[in-house]
């Protein structure tokens, strides 16, 4: 069935660097674009970041951008995240989602992960 | 940007009742909005696309409407299943959600 799985959360110091993967099965990959989703701890949705079916485009949300970068491996049919100069705000369950849908804006998010939880500390 | 506001951010209702959920854009954003659920420790799930289409597996009771900056969501009948957070996002100009209506049981 149509599965995305992430990993690479956990426990990060300010200022450190750490890289969220999300691995896709059930379709194909390579036809798709992407976004990452964040929800900080009993808080709302928060859209971070979008890569185009082709990797040619990204897009990120400002509090992230310079930041975050997106990037995919068609041939591993995995999404990745690299976040770099955490911050305590960047706390939060991250999750990959494929954009479905039939155009520029007739879009929406189906299936999502089941999350992974960074949490920055010192 | 534009900025999506839902309204109540919570509201309690017994199973059976007829609930709606409504938001608000801060401008025109045609058709494109989704309606996500979510439950607590889970992802969301897509409920309705495309303002009033519903995505497939959803129950008939789940139903969508409007157009241009307001939007809303209606549960025809709410069963215990249905308590949980919902979440509109537009599409229009990047991506945006609202803030949440969280739905108890009365």
Redesign the interface.
Known sequence: QVQLVESGGGVVQPGRSLRLSCAASGFTFSNYAFHWVRQAPGKGLEWVTFITYDGGNQFYADSVKGRFTISRDDSKNTLYLQMSNLGIEDTAVYYCARESGSGTFDNWFDPWGQGTLVTVSS | DIQMTQSPASLSAFVGDRVTITCRASQSI?G?L?W?Q?KPG?????LI??ASSL?SGVPSRFSGGGSGTDFTLTISSLQLEDFATY?C?Q??R???????TKVEIK
């Open positions: 045609r494109y989704n996500y979510q889970k992802a969301p799930k897509l696309y495309a995505h979440y996002q599409s229009y990047m991506w945006t959600f609202g803030q949440g």
